[in-house]
């Protein structure tokens, strides 16, 4: 599968959680808080290299991928190198914002809207400390809906579909900025000895 055709698999794929994301929310009124970046700053989270080919493409055929990798090989900060804080002390603020937002991976996507099983199987929502303690009547909605079976969007459920655009891609679980550096690494490659792609440039 050449790398547009899974540039657009994983497109679709947001496409579909973002519309089961809005429809969660609008049955329980979770919503992030405004501003509020707290859960950009953790150090470990983790991401696939294949949740991020859809920004390293845009990079790409925007002639920015270049200076994006060397950008993340030169900056040893574990943050997620699109999170723009409004203060310069990440822990004390925590308030930022993605300065990719549309091109931000499933696991930005997910955290706060998704459920995980536990060892028993059972569904738990996967949500920050500020939405359980500031959104208490939209949390016990959520609970709510998880203990009726209802649908809620699952992580490994999504995981298992990225696995179906790209096993390999989708299968390695790496800090944030390692995993949109190897995507930008496999755009790059892809394309080193191939015609660049006949695209508008994208703003």
Request: glycine share 4%; with cysteine; hydrophobic share 40%.
């Amino acid at each position: 599968m050449s790398i547009v055709r899974k540039v657009r698999a994983v497109e679709r794929l947001f496409g579909r959680l973002d519309a089961e994301i809005q429809s969660f929310q609008s049955c329980t009124g979770l919503h992030c808080i405004s501003g509020c970046g707290k859960c950009c700053t953790k150090a470990d989270i983790e991401a696939t290299p294949l949740e991020f080919l859809p920004l390293a493409f845009h990079w790409f055929i925007n002639h920015q991928a270049e200076a994006m990798l060397e950008q993340l090989e030169n900056d040893p900060s574990p943050i997620c190198t699109l999170y723009a804080p409004l203060s310069s002390d990440l822990h004390l603020n925590g308030q930022g914002s993605c300065v990719n937002y549309p091109y931000r991976g499933l696991i930005c996507r997910l955290f706060g809207y998704g459920a995980s099983r536990d060892k028993f199987g059972e569904l738990k929502l996967v949500t920050c400390k500020l939405i359980k303690e500031q959104q208490v009547e939209s949390y016990e909605k959520a609970m709510a809906l998880l203990n009726q079976k209802e649908y809620v969007p699952v992580f490994t459920d999504y995981y298992k579909k990225l696995m179906q655009i790209d096993f390999k891609l989708a299968n390695q679980y790496l800090p944030v900025n390692e995993a949109i550096s190897l995507a930008l690494e496999t755009v790059l490659s892809y394309y080193a000895y191939r015609p660049f792609p006949r695209m508008r440039k994208v703003a």
